[in-house]
C-alpha cells in the first residue's frame, strides 16, 4: 500500500528553514551571533530564524535580501536553505 503524503504548511516549512540554516551554520563552524552580524540582522532574530518562527507562535518568513544575505554569509546556495516541499499558498483564493 502507498503512504499518503502530507501536504506540508508553512510551519512545517519554516521549521526546515530553520533546520537548513542551523545545518549550514554549523557546517561553516559559525556561531549564531557572528552569522547574524555578518548578515545584518540581530541575532535574536537569526535565534529566532533557525527555531523557524519570527514571533512567538508566527512562523518564519524572512525577506527575499535576507535569505539572500544568509545564503551568501554561509557560503551556500538559496535552494539549500528552501524546505524539499513548498507548501500550496495559493489554496482557499
Do not use: C
Not at 19 to 41: F, P, T
Not at 67 to 78: N, T
Amino acid at each position: 500500500m502507498a503512504r499518503r503524503r502530507i501536504k506540508p504548511t508553512w510551519e512545517t516549512a519554516a521549521r526546515e528553514i530553520g533546520l537548513n540554516l542551523l545545518r549550514a551554520r554549523e557546517a561553516k563552524g559559525l556561531s549564531q551571533e557572528r552569522v547574524a552580524h555578518m548578515a545584518g540582522i540581530s541575532a535574536y532574530t537569526y535565534q529566532k530564524f533557525e527555531k523557524g518562527t519570527s514571533r512567538p507562535g508566527t512562523p518564519l518568513n524572512p525577506r527575499l535580501k535576507t535569505l539572500i544575505a544568509l545564503s551568501q554569509v554561509l557560503d551556500v546556495p538559496v535552494v539549500d536553505l528552501l524546505p524539499n516541499s513548498l507548501p500550496d499558498l495559493t489554496m482557499g483564493r
